[in-house]
C-alpha cells in the first residue's frame, strides 16, 4: 500500500509526548510517523506520494460530541426562521409554503424568543387559516402551534393537558399556542416517519449534513441515531465510499423499544460504532425547563421540569447492571444533582460505576459543590460552547450571579473532570468547531478557557467520551489518520483572531473528503 507523505506543517498533535510536528506519513487509514520532515522522508520511501501543505497548521479531525444528523440534514429541506421577528416569519412562510393545499402541514424551525418575544397562535392563524402550522423552536424543546394544529394534537381551552409537558395559557385559560417539551404532537410523528423510514428521504439528508460537517474539519460524529433504518443508510455509505465521518449511533432509552432493534446495524468498530443509551433528565433554558434548584429569574416559582428522583436511579442502576454508558440530557443544576445522587446511591451498590463513563449531556449549570462530584464518579461532560452565544438571555433567564457561572468549562476542566465538546445541532446555533473554539476562548467571566484547551475538548475529549481515544483525538503514530489542515494556528494567533480560521482541507483514514474550493468527495 502506498504511503503519502505530508510535509511543511505546522501540527497541533493533542500528543503529551510529541505536542508539535513539521511532517507526518499515512499508509492506509493510519498515521504511520509524526515528527520531523527528515525522518518522514526516510520513513515513507521514495515511492511515497507527498503532500506540501505549505506551512498550514494540521489539527485532529474534529469530533462532534453531540449531534442529530439526520434531523440536520432536514433543516435543509424546512424554512429557517433564525433571527426572525413574527411578521418576517409569516413572510418567510408564505414564500416558501405558497399554493401549499389546504390541510397540509406547514413546518418550520428555530425561531426563538429573543427576536419573537410574544409568539401567539393568533398570529399564525390569519396567516394560514387552513393549514396546520409547527413552527419548532431552536431547541427542540419548544413549539409554536396555530389552532388548527394545536385541535389536531387535542389541547384546547378547558381541557387539561395530562402529558408529559406544558401548554402554556393565558389568564382565560386559553392556550396561547406555546408547547414546551411536548413530544407526543400528533402532526410531527408522520412526516418524521416518513424521513426516518424512507431511503429516498434518509439518503439526500444525510448526504447534506455530511456535507456540511466535512466542510467544517468534522471527521466524527457521536450521532443521536436512535432509529435502525439510518443504520442501514450508514452502512450503505461505507460500502460506496460515500461515508465522509465516522459515526458513533446512540440508542434512544426514553423509548425503550427501539434499543433491541439498534442491533440491526451493521457495526465494524472503526466507521460505524455502538454508542450510549440517550435518556432526558429535564428540558432547557429557553424554555423554562430545565431543573433548576432555584426558581427561574423571570418566572419566580418556577424550576422547571424535573424527573423524578425514583425514576433516575431505575435508569442508572439498569444500565450499570448491563455495564451500559448512558447520556444523559441534563442543562439544570437540580436534574444534574439528582443524578449525582442516584450515581452515588447506586455506585455503592455496584462496584466500577466510574469505568462505565457515564455522560451529562449540556450541563449547562452545575453547582459548585456537585464539580467535585463529577470528578470523583468518573462522570463525563459534554458541552457545546455554542450555547455561550446568547449571554444576555441567560442573564434574563438566571439573573446576573447564576448567569456568570453557567456553562463552567474552567472550574470543570481545573477539577479534573474529563470535558468533550460538540454542537447539539440542530438544537443549537452552530456545528462550526472554529466557532465554538472561539466562543470558548472569548468568553467573559471566570470560565473562560485557553484555545488550545478548547481544541483538547473538540479531539482528545470527544475521543474518550466514546472510549476512542487509543484510536483517534490526536495527530500520533498508530492512531487513524483523520485530521483538518486549517489556515492558521488557532492556539496561537491572538483569541480574538480564532473565528477568521478557515478549515482548508478534511482528511478522514487517510482520504481527502474535502478540500476548500472543491466539491465534498
Known sequence: MRNTLWLNADVVTMDSAK?????????????????????????????????????????????????????????????????????????????WYAG?????????????????????????????????????????????????????????????????GVVLRDESGEPTGILRDISDMKLIPGHYIRMVMLRSYREPRLEQALASFARCGITSLQDNTWFFPILFTLARFRRTGRL?????CWGFGSMPWTIPLMRLGSYDGKWIRRGPEKYFLDGTFSTRTACLIEDYADEPGKTGMCIEDESIFRIVRSLARR?????????????????????????????????????????????????????????????????????????????????????????????????????????????????????????????????????RCYTLGSAYAEFMEGEKGAVAAGQLADFAVLSQDITKVPAARIKDTVVERTVVGGRTVYEIGSSPK
Open 19 to 95: 505536542p508539535r510536528a513539521e511532517a507526518f506519513v499515512v499508509e492506509g487509514d493510519r498515521f504511520t510517523y509524526v515528527g520531523d520532515r527528515w525522518k518522514a522522508e526516510a520513513m515513507a520511501g521514495a515511492g511515497a506520494a507527498v503532500v506540501d501543505l505549505g506551512g498550514r497548521t494540521v489539527v485532529p479531525g474534529f469530533n462532534d460530541n453531540h449531534v442529530h444528523a439526520l434531523f440536520f440534514g432536514e433543516n435543509e429541506y424546512e424554512p429557517d426562521l433564525t433571527g426572525l421577528d413574527a411578521d418576517g416569519i409569516v413572510k418567510l412562510l408564505k414564500e
Open 100 to 164: 401549499i393545499p389546504a390541510g397540509r402541514l406547514i413546518l418550520a424551525h428555530d425561531w426563538d424568543f429573543p427576536s419573537c418575544p410574544e409568539p401567539r397562535k393568533e398570529i399564525l392563524d390569519r396567516a394560514f387559516p387552513d393549514n396546520p402550522v409547527v413552527l419548532i423552536q431552536f431547541s427542540g424543546h419548544g413549539s409554536w402551534l396555530n389552532s388548527r394544529a394545536l385541535a389536531a394534537c387535542g389541547i384546547r381551552k378547558g381541557r387539561p393537558h395530562r402529558g408529559k
Open 244 to 248: 465522509s465521518a465516522r459515526f458513533s
Open 323 to 455: 455495564r451500559k454508558q448512558g447520556a444523559f440530557h441534563a442543562i439544570g443544576d437540580g436534574a444534574i444533582s439528582s443524578f449525582l445522587d442516584a450515581v452515588e446511591k447506586t455506585a455503592a451498590e455496584i462496584p466500577g460505576i466510574e469505568k462505565l463513563r457515564f455522560r451529562l449531556e449540556h450541563a449547562q449549570l452545575i453547582s459548585p459543590e456537585d464539580i467535585e462530584r463529577i470528578g470523583r464518579l468518573g462522570i463525563l461532560i459534554s458541552a457545546q460552547p455554542s450555547t455561550l452565544a446568547t449571554p444576555e438571555k441567560d442573564e434574563i433567564i438566571l439573573g446576573r450571579e447564576r448567569a456568570e457561572h453557567a456553562y463552567p468549562y474552567r472550574s470543570l476542566i481545573d477539577a479534573g473532570v474529563h470535558l468533550s465538546f460538540g454542537s447539539d445541532i440542530p438544537g443549537e446555533s452552530s456545528f462550526d468547531p472554529i466557532h465554538s473554539i472561539h466562543m470558548a476562548a472569548n468568553r467573559g467571566g471566570p470560565e473562560r478557557i485557553t484555545a488550545e484547551e478548547a481544541l
